[in-house]
Structure formats: C-alpha cells, structure tokens
T-cell receptor, first 112, second 116 residues
Framework: GQQVMQIPQYQHVQEGEDFTTYCNSS?????IQWYKQRPGGHPVFLIQ?????EVKKQKRLTFQFGEAKKNSSLHITATQTTDVGTYFC????????????FGQGTRLTINP | GAVVSQHPSWVICKSGTSVKIECRSL??????MFWYRQFPKQSLMLMAT?????????EQGVEKDKFLINHASLTLSTLTVTSAHPEDSSFYIC????????????FGPGTRLTVL
C-alpha cells in the first residue's frame, strides 16, 4: 500500500538555526498537507499543497511540493522556541480520496 | 479555521467496561469523519473512516466489533471502545473533513483513555 516516509525522525537545534523536514511518498500524490502537533496537543493544520512544484510561505515557514508530486519539504528559518513540536506530512493519493496517509512525523526540539 | 470538539478529553475506566467518545464539528458539516489512535511519540494510525448515514470503513487489523463507530448526523460521530482492556489505553483523535475546503481535515483535541 501507499507509504509516506518522513525524515528525520528527530531534530534538535539551537534557537535561531534553520530546520527542514522531508516527506517522500511511494506513489504520486494528489495533494499533501502539513500539520503541527505541540507536546500534549493535537495536530493543527498548517497548509495544503496541490500543484506540482508549488511553493508556499507562511512567515518563517516554507513549504514545497516536488515536481513529481511524490515529495515535499517544510523549512523553518531562524527557529524560535514556539516552533517546538512534531511536524507531520500527510498525503492523499488520488483527488477526492477520503483517506490521508500520515508520515511518521519529525519531532523538533530547540535549545534556547 | 474550522473547529472540531471531542468529549471527554480524558477518561479512566476499569477493564471490561465500555467507553464512548464523541466528536463534533462545530461550525461546518462533515459527511466524513476519521478516527485515529496515537501512541506516545508515534504517528497517527487511522482506525476507521466514519460516513454519515452509512457503516464505517475500518482499516486492516482494527476490530469493528470492539471499536463501534456511529455517524448519526453531519456534525457528530461517536467511537465506543467496548470491553476495554489496558492495551486499549491510548490517545484517540478524531478529525472531520471540510467538504468546502478542498478536503482539509481538522482535528479534535483528542481523548486520552486509560484502562486500569
């Protein structure tokens, strides 16, 4: 079945450093969504990417969708302590499909 | 963004009892809701897809007779863990898909179940 691999599993950075998490699917995706889950909290929707090669920015966060629509990345510039949490990507294989397949998540911790 | 509520937020029960968890979409209608289970420091595992007015679709390996799902209306889905055992202790999270927003899924705050 479809698999979504996410790396790294853990990342620890100094405050102010950049951070990137990568997501790779075994199959072409219709779209990909990114979520952030704070410790003890629930996943919160960040963004959805739909088009091949799409790049979206939210302040210090940059999201990319690969040309082949099989990979994606989230890059955070100059991390802050509020960025702590686990970042999940989730892909939908075909347009209109109900099910999202989640990556394993990347847990980000920050040294202030 | 859209709001999804979940009740209760945590529950402790004795082994052998049943526990019902409610998931509500507060400001939108959701024909489809999803139930996930999450173990500590792990990803979300989809248990089942709940469709309003029809039977739920369970993922492979999930016992439908143990995890009863009812999607009675466009804003409410319930998950009942029947005859709970300690190994059922987990964080259960529901999500609802907003039909009007290209399929964005919004998550509830989760229910932490502890079975003694």
């Amino acid at each position: 079945g479809q698999q979504v691999m996410q790396i790294p599993q853990y990342q620890h950075v100094q405050e102010g450093e950049d951070f990137t998490t990568y997501c790779n699917s075994s199959t072409t995706l219709s779209n990909i969504q990114w979520y952030k889950q704070r410790p003890g909290g629930h996943p919160v929707f960040l963004i959805q990417l739909v088009k091949s090669g799409e790049v979206k920015k939210q302040k210090r966060l940059t999201f990319q969708f690969g040309e082949a629509k099989k990979n994606s990345s989230l890059h955070i510039t100059a991390t802050q302590t509020t960025d702590v949490g686990t970042y999940f990507c989730a892909g939908r294989r075909v347009q209109g499909a109900q099910k999202l397949v989640f990556g394993q998540g990347t847990r980000l911790t920050i040294n202030p | 963004g859209a709001v999804v509520s979940q009740h209760p937020s945590w529950v402790i029960c004795k082994s052998g009892t049943s526990v019902k968890i409610e998931c509500r979409s507060l400001d939108f209608q959701a024909t489809t809701m999803f139930w996930y289970r999450q173990f500590p420091k792990q990803s979300l595992m989809l248990m089942a897809t709940s469709n309003e007015g029809s039977k739920a679709t369970y993922e492979q390996g999930v016992e439908k007779d143990k995890f009863l799902i009812n999607h009675a209306s466009l804003t409410l889905s319930t998950l009942t863990v029947t005859s709970a055992h300690p190994e059922d202790s987990s964080f259960y999270i529901c999500s609802a898909r907003d039909q009007g927003a290209v399929g964005t899924q919004y998550f509830g705050p989760g229910t932490r179940l502890t079975v003694l």
